[in-house]
């Protein structure tokens, strides 16, 4: 089982910076491919960027240039660290975790941004 939490959500103006955390459970953090999602109202959850335990990453095009992913394994965090925020950034954003052969993943409980005009 992993617990997954999340933190450094908020309000920020367009243009403004924020920085996510995510704090993970159990051992298995350094071999885990870590992952943040986003959910706007009305639409569906979308991956916005992922780290493999190779430091391998993956990001949405919405989203180069402006975001960037990255992990402490000491720490057993995955971090998100958004510049530039747009209006169109606003959601509530999850942290996932999965094994990299697939199967069970887990889901923190997710931070609200909200970026005004």
């Known amino acids: 089982q992993v617990r997954l939490v999340e933190s450094g959500g908020g309000l920020v103006q367009a243009g403004g910076s924020l920085r996510l955390s995510c704090a993970a459970s159990?051992?298995?953090?350094?071999?885990?491919?870590m992952g943040w999602y986003r959910q706007a109202p009305g639409k569906q959850r979308e991956l916005v960027a992922s780290?493999?335990?190779?430091?391998?990453?993956n990001y949405a095009d919405s989203v180069k240039g402006r975001f960037t992913i990255s992990r402490d394994n000491a720490k057993n965090t995955v971090y998100l660290q958004m510049d530039s925020l747009k209006p169109e950034d606003t959601a509530v954003y999850y942290c996932?975790?999965?094994?990299?052969?697939?199967?069970?993943?887990?889901w923190g409980q997710g931070t609200q941004v909200t970026v005004s005009s």
């Open positions: 996932n975790s999965e094994y990299p052969w697939g199967g069970l993943d887990y």
């Open positions: 159990g051992s298995d953090f350094r071999i885990m491919t």
């Open positions: 780290i493999s335990k190779n430091g391998n990453t």
